[in-house]
Each structure stands twice: as C-alpha cells, then as structure tokens.
C-alpha cells in the first residue's frame, strides 16, 4: 500500500472574478451540473463553494497524477465532490477509473479569503 496526497488553496475572489467576468463559460468548464447546483443553492456564500471545489479538484489532480501515463488523461470533469447523507464532501470519478486507488478521503475548508482542499489515496 502506498498513500499518495494532494493539497491546493486558491482565493476566493479569484473564482468570484471568473465567475463574473465569463459566467457560465467558466462554471461549465470547471463544474459539473451537480456541483453548479450545490454551490447555487448556497446563496450568499456560493462563491466559497465555488472554490472549495475548485481547490479540492486541484487536489484530486495532484494526489491521482502519479497514476496518469499523462497529464492530460483526466479533466476537470473526471472528478466530482458531491456530499454524502452527514453533508460530508466526498469524491466521486466519472468517466475514468483507477482501479488502484483503494480508498480515497477529501477535506475542505475555508476562510473570508481562501479555500483549501487536501486528498488523501490509498493505492495498491
């Protein structure tokens, strides 16, 4: 067994501003329908989930990539962070399978300025 990880931060007014600025260009190239509906629900705090999602599908990239023959195996559409029945994010694969990949675990967190996501793996 061996435990791969990735962490990523990002400012939210970085994806408030892409937000903004292309709209649903930016939301359809990063999220999927699922997480554009979470984070819309969200209300006034939408833009914190925005990027706790941008963050954590950072992370997922960062923690997957040593099992990726390239880096342009996995999109940002192969990874979506969903919430389970207690509310807590999960990550779920589509489209792409990593058959070594044993238990996968997320945590996200934010601030007035920043999210932050790490993944953890575990892999054959």
Known sequence: MKVLCGTDI?????IKES??????????IIYTPDEIEYCE????????HYAGRFAAKEAVYKAVSPLLKNKFDISWHNSQVIND??????????????????????????CKECAVATVVAIIE
């Open 41 to 48: 629900s969200k209300k006034m705090s939408k833009y914190y």
């Open 85 to 110: 029945e207690n509310g807590n994010p999960t990550i779920e694969f589509l489209d792409i399978k990593f058959d070594r990949i044993k238990s996968i675990d997320i945590s996200i967190s934010h």
């Open 19 to 28: 937000i903004e600025k292309s709209g649903k260009t930016f939301l359809d």
């Open 10 to 14: 990002i400012e939210i007014s970085r």
